[in-house]
């Protein structure tokens, strides 16, 4: 092998690696189990939410707060996201998956059709969904819209997400911050 076959296989080689951390790079890698960290959380306020004192106070519910997991499924673009909630001895899950390619997917469901949207980029997964429901009594319809930006800490074991929900009643933002492992 000649000096110049050498130093074009070296470089082709420099190349590879350069191109395969690009491309790591832009796509961040979600897939695991998660616990929500509730102290570095900012969840938005329940109202409503608690008991009734004798003399008609509103008072929060002594029970434990609930621990939330999302275990996240990931193949490139298609993502699996499952969301459970335990409570003493209750739990409840739902699943939703994206394929965050930045097509709009329209979904029928039980309270009307709900417009979804993910891209997958840089540093971040960002979904978008709106819900238009249709107005009681012929009334006018409502719409519900969510965005929340996920994005991990330099070192993968953080799960940051911060959700904006745009709704009649107002905006609110919350940010839920989980923990690999």
Request: hydrophobic share 30%.
């Amino acid at each position: 092998m000649t000096r110049r076959q050498s130093t074009i296989g070296l470089i082709a080689a420099a190349l590879v690696l350069v191109v395969t951390a690009v491309t790591t790079q832009a796509q961040p890698q979600f897939a695991g189990t998660w616990t929500l960290d509730p102290a570095q959380s900012q969840l938005p306020a329940r109202e409503g939410h608690g008991h009734k004192a004798p003399d008609g106070a509103q008072t929060q519910a002594p029970t434990q707060p609930p621990v939330v997991k999302l275990v996240v499924e990931q193949n490139g673009a298609n993502i699996k996201v499952t969301r459970s909630m335990a409570r003493d001895n209750r739990e409840r899950s739902y699943s939703q998956s994206f394929v965050a390619d930045g097509t709009e997917r329209t979904e029928q469901g039980r309270r009307g059709s709900t417009v979804t949207k993910a891209t997958l980029g840089g540093d971040r997964l960002v979904t978008t969904s709106t819900t238009t429901t249709p107005g009681k009594d012929g009334g006018e319809a409502k719409t519900f819209s969510r965005e929340s930006t996920w994005t991990l800490s330099p070192d993968g074991r953080t799960l940051t997400i911060n959700t904006v929900m745009h709704s009649p009643r107002g905006d609110k933002t919350m940010k839920t911050v989980y923990l690999k492992g």
